[in-house]
C-alpha cells in the first residue's frame, strides 16, 4: 500500500530540502526553552527557638525591601545627573 506513494514523498521531500537551502522556505524556527528563575535559598535555621528565627525572616525581609527602594533612589539619581550632564553638553554646543 505504501510503496506506490513511496516515489512521491521522497520527491516530494527532497523538494522541501532543495527550498530550504535555496532560501525560498525558511525552516520554522524552534522555540528557546524559557529560563526557570532560582529558587530562593531557605533561611537555615539557627536554632530551635521559633522567635529567633521569625526574627531573623522578618529582618531579611526588610533588608529586601530596603535594598529595593536604595537601588531605586539611586537610579532617579543617576537619571538626574546624566539629564544635567546631557543638557550642559546640548548648551554648549548652541
Known amino acids: 500500500l505504501i510503496l506506490p506513494v513511496l516515489p512521491y514523498l521522497c520527491d516530494t521531500y ?6 530550504v ?5 525558511k525552516p520554522e524556527p524552534k522555540a528557546a526553552p524559557k529560563r526557570k528563575a532560582a529558587p530562593e535559598p531557605e533561611l537555615e535555621s539557627i536554632s530551635d527557638e ?19 527602594e536604595k537601588l531605586d ?16 553638553i546640548i548648551e554648549a554646543r548652541k
Open 50 to 68: 521559633p522567635v529567633e528565627n521569625k526574627l531573623l525572616t522578618f529582618i531579611k525581609n526588610n533588608v529586601k525591601e530596603e535594598v529595593i
Open 14 to 19: 527532497c523538494f522541501l530540502l532543495i527550498m
Open 73 to 88: 533612589e539611586l537610579k532617579e539619581n543617576y537619571k538626574n545627573e546624566h539629564a544635567k550632564k546631557l543638557k550642559s
Open 21 to 25: 537551502k535555496r532560501g525560498r522556505m
